[in-house]
């Protein structure tokens, strides 16, 4: 079977890093596989050791512009020699005869209608997005595109599927809910294995803190000025010995100054510790003593599954998406969404019960290994691929 993936970029992320995982089990099912790359990023050379790898031109939307900053920006170049390499690398596209066109997120969507006027294979779409991401990575003609040529979708989480049969009118029969999974056992050996003390050095994080931590890119969806909020109430509320650590954050653009701003104001530059994009990430939440999940929406975060295997105590929102789905009622505290304030007294609170909170992380843990594994959600994939053969 020959499908040709499609990638909104190759940044270290959790939908990018998701369909990398997909990509090498298929490798070694014997797949043909081919990617076109709309995008940069750190993984493109992991991307290129597994199949033929082409680079899209610059999109005429840009999906990474911050929500303060969302416009439909011009061609960067020469329209001209712009198209004439998309042209070549279509027709190229066009001869391979490929069985199934993968779609990769919602942001993939605006290269489709062009991409079909010479790929004629079923389109199986995965989408990873709730509303808000659906609205500001996407143009209404594209994802309404995507929704009717799409054969079979799709969707990470039950959130998802709700909301693009609500919202998008696409019919439950054309969605499968499979849940988004990590390589459970390399989480687990790379978190037995992680030297904590060694981490926290090369990362300058204090040794003898209670950390509390989050993960996630530099925008509003994440949340980082809310986790900034918590921190502050848990510093103006408690004497405890807290420091607050964000993974995974360029220290550039709007967002990321607005928010270094405002730490600089209240007055906790010193307790708090931004870290760039790192392949460490696993070996940090292993690390922590709690792992908020903040986000304002998260379909069903890969790196929620990556703390339940480090059994992290986890604390996050209701109504967010992924988040309230996972943790239920056992496998975690859920907060009303927003509502930082009890959030930082729960934190408070399980500081005090150490206990009680590594019973939850435990939970979190099993839970992990009994409802998402990599080998349940990989064979469904499989399956519905194979389902699409022409």
Known sequence: ????????????????????????????????????????GSLEQAFRSICNVQKFP???????????????????????????????????????????????TIATAWVLPELLNFVAAPIFSHIHELEFSIQLYSKKEDREFLFEKSSKIIACSNAVSENINTNHQVPISKIDIIHSFVDNENVLLRCLSTDNEAIKQKYNLPSSSFLIGGCGNAEWRKGIDIFIQVANQITNSSNENCHFVWIGVKKEGEYY???????????????VTFIEPTPDAIELISCLDIFTIVSREDPFPLVMLEAALA??????????????????????????????QLMAGNIIKLFKNQSFAKQLGQKAKEKVLKKYSFANSIIKIEELLKSFSV
Do not use: W
């Open 311 to 340: 059994q992290k105590t986890m604390i996050g929102f209701e109504n967010t998406g992924g988040c309230s789905e996972f943790i239920e009622e056992d496998a975690g505290i859920l907060i009303p969404y927003l509502n930082t």
């Open 58 to 104: 610059t999109q005429e939307f840009n999906p990474n512009q911050s929500i303060y900053k969302k416009t439909f920006s011009k061609i960067v170049g020469n329209k001209a020699k712009n198209d004439e390499q998309k042209n070549k690398i279509l027709s190229s596209l066009q001869t391979k005869n490929f069985d199934l066109i993968y779609a990769n």
């Open 1 to 40: 079977m020959k499908i040709l993936f499609i990638s909104h970029d190759a940044n270290r992320a959790g939908a990018q890093l998701f369909l990398l995982n997909i990509m090498k089990y298929l490798q070694q099912k014997g797949f043909e596989m081919h990617l076109l790359l709309l995008g940069n």
């Open 257 to 271: 100054e607005q928010i270094s701003y405002d730490i600089e104001k209240i007055g906790l530059k010193n307790k």
